[in-house]
C-alpha cells in the first residue's frame, strides 16, 4: 500500500498455503504437466472433486459429466449464468452480495432482484424472499458461509428457499468457497443435498480460500449433466481450461486429512476473535461472524467521531489515519446508501500482520477519544 499500511480490503490471505502443496505443484511442473488439460477438467481433479463432494456434502455428481472445473469460482460463477440464462430471465441475490455478482449478471443478460439480509444478525424476511420469484425467475444465488456477511444460511433458511426453487420451477447456484470457514460449531450445509434439489442445484467451490492458494485459479461447478453440458462449452470458448500444474495440485488439496480443516477453523477463529475485540474496543458495533473471513462492521459512531460523511469518506480517512485499508460498504448494495454506515475488513492474516492491526486499531481509539 502506498501509504505503508496494512491491506484488509480484498478477501485473501498474507501467508502461505500448506508446504505439500506447493510441493505438489513444483512436482507437477517438473514432471511436464505444463500444456492444456482436457477442457472441463484433469480426470483425476474432477475424481478427487466428487469424491470430496460426496464425504463433506452429501452430494453425488459424476466426474465424467457432471464436473467442470474452472479458472476459479469466479469463472464457474459467469460460465454458469451464461449457460442458463435467456432474454428476459432474473436472478435473484441477497444483499449486500459479494460484489461480482452485479457485473456476472449484467454480462450474462439477467436481470438481478435484490432481498436484503439486515444486520445484527443477518438474517432475511421470508415475504419479502417470497414476493421476489416469479415466471421469470431462472435462479437464485446463494453464497453460505457469506461474504462479506460471515451469515451460514441455517437448514430452515434453506430448506424455504429450495421450496420455493421447486415452486417456481427455477435452480439455485450456490457458492460454497468458504464452506470450511466456519466458527461456533455451525454446520455448513449445500441445498444440493435438500430433497428435490440435487437436479437443480449448480454448486460452485474452489481452492482459493480453502487452501489459500487464491492466485491459483482453480475452481469448479458441480451440475445435473444437462446443465453440466451447457456450462462446459461456455467455459471452452471463456478460457479453454484451468492451469495444469494446479489442477494436479488440486488433487493433493482435495485429499488432505481433515486435521487440516480442523487447524484451519482454529486458525481463524483465533483471527476473528483477535481483530472483533479490537474493532468493537475501537468504537465499531459488529456481531461476530458465523462463517468465512470478514466482519462487515457498522461504523456509524465513528463516521459522527471522525466527521467522516459517509462510508467511502470513511474509508480513506482510515488510510490516511491509521493505514488500514477497508472496503466500504456501499460496494456491496444496489443501492449505495444502504452500505454507507459500513465497512468491511478481512481478517485472513498471520498473527505478525494481526498484532500490527490491533495497533492501529488501539491508534485510532486514542484519535477519538482526544
Ligand atoms: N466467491 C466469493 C463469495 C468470494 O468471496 C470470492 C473471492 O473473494 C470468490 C468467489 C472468488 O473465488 P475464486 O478465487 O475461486 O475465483
Redesign the pocket.
Same mark, same amino acid.
Given at each position: 500500500m502506498a501509504e505503508g499500511g496494512v491491506n484488509l480490503a480484498?478477501?485473501?490471505p498474507d501467508f502461505d498455503p500448506p508446504q505439500e502443496l506447493k510441493q505438489a505443484a513444483i512436482e507437477a511442473i517438473e514432471t511436464g504437466c505444463n500444456q492444456y488439460s482436457i477442457t472441463f477438467g484433469e480426470p483425476d481433479l474432477r475424481g478427487a472433486i466428487a469424491a470430496k463432494a460426496l464425504r463433506y456434502n452429501q452430494i453425488d455428481y459424476d466426474p465424467g459429466s457432471e464436473i467442470t472445473v474452472t479458472?476459479?469460482?469466479?469463472?464457474?460463477?459467469i460460465a454458469t449464468l451464461k449457460a442458463i440464462v435467456n432474454p428476459g430471465d432474473e436472478i435473484i441475490i441477497f444483499e449486500p452480495y459479494?460484489e461480482?455478482y452485479g457485473p456476472d449478471a449484467i454480462l450474462s443478460g439477467a436481470r438481478l432482484r435484490y432481498v436484503t439480509l439486515r444486520p445484527p444478525d443477518w438474517r432475511y424476511d421470508p415475504s419479502e424472499l417470497a414476493e421476489v420469484f416469479n415466471f421469470n425467475t431462472k435462479a437464485i444465488i446463494i453464497?453460505t458461509p457469506?461474504?462479506?456477511t460471515g451469515k451460514v444460511f441455517s437448514i430452515t433458511e434453506l430448506e424455504d428457499i429450495a421450496k420455493l426453487c421447486i415452486q417456481w420451477d427455477c435452480l439455485a447456484i450456490t457458492?460454497e468457497?468458504?464452506e470450511h470457514i466456519i466458527y461456533d460449531n455451525e454446520r455448513h450445509i449445500s441445498i444440493a443435498a435438500l430433497e428435490g434439489m440435487a437436479d437443480r442445484t449448480v454448486t460452485?467451490? #474452489?481452492? #482459493?480460500?480453502t487452501y489459500s492458494v487464491?492466485g491459483w485459479?482453480?475452481?469448479w461447478a458441480l451440475a445435473h449433466k444437462n446443465i453440466t453440458h451447457r456450462i462446459r462449452k461456455v467455459h471452452d470458448f471463456l478460457t479453454v481450461g484451468a492451469p495444469t500444474p494446479f489442477q494436479k495440485a488440486g488433487v493433493c488439496a482435495l485429499n488432505l486429512e481433515e486435521t487440516y480443516y480442523e487447524k484451519l477453523q482454529s486458525r481463524y477463529t483465533q483471527a476473528r476473535d483477535r481483530i472483533c475485540d479490537a474493532l468493537l474496543d475501537a468504537g465499531f458495533n459488529l456481531r461476530s461472524p458465523k462463517g468465512?473471513y470478514?466482519i462487515m462492521a457498522d461504523a456509524d459512531r465513528l463516521m459522527d467521531q471522525l466527521g467522516a460523511d459517509g462510508a467511502d469518506a470513511f474509508s480513506l480517512k482510515l488510510i490516511h489515519l491509521a493505514g488500514i485499508a477497508t472496503v466500504p460498504g456501499t460496494a456491496f448494495y444496489h443501492m449505495e446508501e444502504m452500505g454507507n454506515n459500513q465497512v468491511r475488513f478481512c481478517f485472513a492474516k498471520s498473527a505478525a500482520t494481526l498484532d500490527e492491526i490491533c495497533l492501529r486499531l488501539d491508534k485510532v481509539k486514542q484519535m477519538v477519544k482526544a
Open positions: 480484498q478477501g485473501f479458472c476459479g469460482a469466479t469463472e464457474a460463477m459479494y461480482n453464497n457469506n461474504n462479506p457458492d468457497i468458504y460452485i467451490n #474452489s481452492l #482459493s480460500k487464491t485459479r482453480v475452481g468465512a470478514y
